[in-house]
């Protein structure tokens, strides 16, 4: 622990894992249960993202996207059917940033060192009592590394892909599962693949292969870890 740091005796949980293993929904639901803080470090990621192609930045152009990451505003609210709600310089994005397309921008922005310094200090300012769950790539590697609870998801790429097509499907999105999975893949390569942070378990994390594993039945395993 960091004895620096004020809120390093906070207990954290950190969820990390691919595309589609669950993070987010079993992020949510154990933070619920355990009446904790949710961190959805992705969505920051994807919020940079959009705001930079709101204002036609180049992807191409780090300078530029480290300055919108500084300058771009996150806000997090609960609706009240529970649902998270994500306000990108005041604006409901919700729907936006959960897309594909919102989801590989964000892939990308998130390979540029100087991007992920810009977006640390805030991700640790969620360290609150009584305590966080923090769901994202690297939030047991280098965001939370003396978290007390660490969590590593996985499913096999076939499984996510089609619990995203179906996400999709009940939201009336036309998809297509071969799309979807080469979406994935390449994603999960990205992302495991850049040179800063990339998606790989901490040493110390508990690894759940969700595969043929129903959500309620990942809830369990994972409170289980944290109030034996
Ligand atoms: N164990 C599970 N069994 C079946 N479906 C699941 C399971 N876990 C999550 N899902 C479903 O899979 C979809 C993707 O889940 P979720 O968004 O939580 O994944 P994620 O890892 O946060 O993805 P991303 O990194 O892209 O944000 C959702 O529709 C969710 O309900
Ligand atoms: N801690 C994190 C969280 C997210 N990212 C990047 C890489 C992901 O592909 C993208 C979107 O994340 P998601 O909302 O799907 O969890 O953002 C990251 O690099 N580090």
Redesign the pocket.
């Known amino acids: 622990m960091n004895s620096a740091d004020p809120h390093s005796s906070i207990p954290v949980l950190t969820i990390d894992?691919?595309?589609?293993?669950?993070?987010?929904?079993?992020s949510r639901l154990v933070s619920q249960q355990l009446g904790w803080h949710y961190l959805d470090s992705?969505a920051l990621y994807r919020a940079v993202g959009v705001a930079a192609g709101w204002a036609d930045l180049d992807l191409a152009d780090p300078a530029a996207l480290v300055r919108c990451a500084f300058d771009t505003r996150v806000g997090f609210r609960d609706d009240p059917s529970g649902e998270l709600r994500v306000l990108v310089n005041d604006i409901d994005a919700t729907d936006e940033l959960r897309t594909e397309t919102a989801?590989a921008a964000a892939s990308a922005i998130a390979a540029i060192p100087e991007v992920r310094s810009a977006l640390k200090d805030r991700q640790r300012a969620f360290r609150q009592a009584p305590g966080l769950v923090a769901?994202g790539r690297d939030m047991g590697t280098v965001i939370f590394p003396d978290a007390p609870f660490k969590v590593f998801?996985t499913?096999s790429a076939e499984e996510r892909a089609e619990?995203?097509y179906?996400?999709l499907k009940d939201k009336g999105v036309s998809v297509n599962l071969d799309g979807l999975l080469r979406e994935i893949l390449a994603r999960d390569a990205r992302d495991a693949s850049r040179a800063v942070a990339p998606l790989r378990p901490a040493d110390d994390a508990v690894r759940i292969d969700?595969t043929g594993?129903?959500?309620d039945a990942?809830v369990e395993r994972v409170l289980q870890l944290v109030t034996p």
């Open positions: 894992g691919p595309s589609g293993s669950g993070k987010g929904t079993i992705g989801g769901d998801l499913a619990r995203r179906k996400q969700t594993l129903g959500i990942v």
